[in-house]
């Protein structure tokens, strides 16, 4: 379906997202869904899996701040992973439309919903976008209960175990914000793709490579700096926090499926955890790593099938 470009305001910050429509027999009835991209990328991220999504219901990916065509402030309140939650759940509100359920903080401005219909949003986050949707939930489970009909986590973390946990992931947030300073984006991300976390993307074709680099390349490295000091893992609620609240969206009916890639050992490991506490669903996609909707399209597209019912 063809896609399509709003902005949304909040806070004094605009926000861009992209709306793919849908036409289809009985799309009325399908809960549409939210995309939450990943670091250093934007909604356009989600293409290759948001258009054929879009075939069966209506689908919305957001530019988070300082990413994408969203405003890239100076100031560090808008980068706080508390106040990107708060927008979340403020554009939950606004996408029902004016018979929503009121958010804290609402939109400085109302737009026509974008996507209509008789059921709440599925919101999906990818890593550091599962990061901003549970932020959301800690902050506010009964309103994110209220304007989401279920969440999608890829690869998410889930919060530090313990303040040890936390003081060490600080350090390594601030490291990469120096560097980001220091080196500049290209060299950065010279860096970054090196990663283990990454290393299964290597494999992937020349094309599929080139269009990712594009992506991080296009970023500002001081925005992206001001998200790793505000928004990155150990600004995250603790991991005792986050699992009491994706209890509480269980006990209120919302359910949540975590989807994690096979070669992905660490996030793997994690939605198996998640799994034998029977807080939620888990996927594990064979041949993937960290991005499943990246490496493994198809295969990311069945995991979303029939959710949430």
Known sequence: MAKREECFQHDGVRYRFAVWGCEAAGAAGAAPVVLLHG????AASWDGVAEPLSCTRPVVALDLVGHGGSDRPKGAAAYALEAQ?????????SALGEAGPA?????????AAPVQGSRKPVVVGYSMGGRVALAAVCRQPGAFARCAGGLVLESAGLGPVD???RKDAAERDARNAAALRRDGLSAFMDAWE???L???QRDLPASTCERVRAGRLANDAEALARTFEHAGQHAMPSRGDVLAALASLRDSGVPVRYIAGARDVKYRALAEGLEDEG????RVVAGAGHNVHLEEPAAYLRTLEGFPG
């Not at 670091?39 to 934007?42: D, E, G, L």
């Not at 939650?85 to 509100?93: D, Q, R, S, T, W």
């Not at 958010?103 to 737009?111: K, S, V």
Request: proline share 9%; glycine share 8%; net charge negative.
């Open 279 to 282: 807080l939620c669903e888990v």
């Open 163 to 165: 303040e040890r946990e």
């Open 198 to 200: 990454f290393a299964t």
């Open 194 to 196: 090196r990663l283990p």
């Open 85 to 93: 939650g708060e927008m979340l759940l403020a554009f939950l509100a």
């Open 103 to 111: 958010a804290p903080g609402g939109p400085d401005e109302r737009f």
């Open 39 to 42: 670091f250093a990328q934007s």
